[in-house]
């Protein structure tokens, strides 16, 4: 028996009449390939679509597994990390359509996975976890923050101070010792990967530290942030001239051969990151930065269109189940992004529709079997990876794969376009001085690396495993397409 909800019936959510045509289309195979209807114009119609692919999300989640499932958890072959992002995207899923039917699980997931120190290192993922896997249950906790999502109980950690608690750990973890500073892909030397720098756990810390100055109002975080730009640069591992991102380095080597690898969630969280740091600093320099980012996106752009493509696997179909669902958090934080940096909008928002459009389309399968899974979602509405096939399904299903979709259709939300004089536009992600609701402690953290406390605490503070970037052997094998312009 199967715990999952559908979502509730309310006018921000799923209507009453969704679940009964989504049923009789299943026999109609001439419908399929429009099983997710999708009408941009239409608010009503963008919630509809995005409630679809959520209800496909959740069902992969392994809480909901009677007997067997833990909060916090996906199945195998499925790592840690990415309940993580699930737990992000989920929180946005929820401030985008108003729709509260998971918020409940999504806490119990959060709460349960926060470890005993606050600062998502529970014993059950800490011997295998890196610095990427911890920074995604970070982003979770700032979205949590940002967003407003309903405060857990008083006793216990607030979403701020899990956030603090994450950074706080990485803080130490800088590792000058070694090709100048920046941090290790792996926690442990014991991991295999310890002796790689790989850029998504940069970005991270670059990402968490830019979004606790926004939110706090602490400029410790954002000195940090800017430590971690300043290195990323240095390595050419974000390249000035394309800014192009690139995938790590090798410590063996002093890092000064970059992986030219693309993937589109280095290139995101750096975009969001700097777009946090300009609406905090409001310095020239992290506009020009922004700029910089939202152009290197071509290239997850092919042949000059506006869908989206994981161009690093995708085109030849081997993209490994992480890599599946790196285009739900660009579209995440392309999204946000039009909020912190609103002149980027005209720019964003027609690659946002078209991918969106172009999802809906491909959300039209059969519930049948990605490799090494079990087939779950709704029969005719399951969502492939290549969206630039549109209504082709690829035969391709998981968590990645509606995690993409829900977030690149839900995004649309957002749109000014949709709120005319711009009644009701929902707010942007909050601060402690615009209307925060959670509190933080900034010494917070365990000693997984001795945590240091940042700054004075300020009014703000008060108020306010394995994600597998493949080592490069590994990810040419997988014949992932090297990208070096």
Request: proline share 6%; net charge negative; hydrophobic share 35%.
């Amino acid at each position: 028996m199967r715990l999952l909800r559908p979502p509730t019936t309310s006018s921000a959510s799923w209507p009453a009449r969704t679940l009964p045509m989504m049923l009789l289309l299943v026999g109609s195979t001439s419908f399929l390939a429009r099983a997710i209807e999708l009408d941009l114009t239409d608010k009503q119609s963008i919630r509809d679509a995005a409630g679809t692919a959520s209800y496909n999300l959740m069902s992969w989640y392994n809480a909901n597994d009677t007997g067997v499932g833990i909060p916090g958890n996906l199945p195998d072959p499925y790592y840690w990390w990415e309940a993580g992002a699930l737990m992000m995207s989920m929180i946005a899923y929820w401030y985008y359509t108003g729709d509260s039917t998971y918020n409940d699980q999504i806490e119990e997931g959060m709460l349960h996975q926060t470890g005993e120190s606050n600062d998502f290192m529970p014993d059950n993922q800490t011997k295998t976890e890196g610095n990427d896997d911890q920074a995604f249950w970070g982003f979770a906790a700032l979205e949590a923050a940002e967003l407003k999502f309903p405060n857990p109980p008083k006793n216990g950690p607030q979403w701020l101070e899990l956030a603090q608690g994450t950074f706080n750990t990485q803080v130490p973890r800088w590792d000058r010792a070694t090709c100048g500073g920046g941090l290790r892909w792996q926690i442990y030397p014991f991991n295999a990967g310890y002796n790689y720098k790989n850029t998504i756990s940069q970005g991270g810390f670059f990402n968490m530290g830019a979004r606790l100055a926004r939110y706090t109002g602490n400029r410790t975080y954002a000195e940090q942030a800017e430590k971690a730009w300043d290195w990323t640069v240095e390595t050419d591992l974000l390249n000035l001239q394309s800014f192009h991102v690139y995938d790590g380095a090798d410590v063996l080597k002093q890092c000064r051969e970059a992986n030219h690898l693309q993937w589109s969630s280095n290139a995101g969280v750096f975009l969001h990151g700097a777009a946090n740091m300009w609406n905090f600093t409001e310095d020239p320099k992290w506009r020009k930065r922004v700029d910089g980012l939202v152009s290197g996106l071509d290239i997850f752009f092919p042949n000059n269109g506006d869908i989206m493509s994981e161009v690093a696997c995708e085109p030849r179909g081997n993209c490994n189940h992480d890599q599946r669902s790196f285009k739900a958090y660009m579209s995440r934080w392309m999204a946000a992004t039009t909020q912190l940096a609103p002149w980027t909008g005209p720019k964003l928002w027609p690659k946002l529709k078209a991918s969106a459009e172009a999802a809906a389309q491909q959300c039209s399968g059969n519930a049948a079997p990605t490799e090494g899974t079990v087939g779950r979602g709704k029969r005719g509405t399951i969502c492939g990876m290549k969206w630039v096939d549109k209504g082709k399904w690829d035969g391709q299903n998981g968590p990645g794969e509606a995690m993409a979709a829900m977030n690149v259709i839900s995004a649309n939300l957002i749109n000014p376009e949709l709120y005319p004089g711009g009644n009701d536009l929902p707010e942007p992600p909050v601060t402690s001085r615009t209307g925060g609701i959670s509190e933080g402690d900034p010494a917070a953290g365990g000693n997984h690396g001795s945590p240091t406390a940042l700054g004075k605490i300020t009014t703000g503070d008060r108020v306010g495993a394995g994600f597998i970037t493949f080592m490069l052997a590994v990810t040419i094998l997988g014949g992932a397409v090297w990208l070096a312009w």
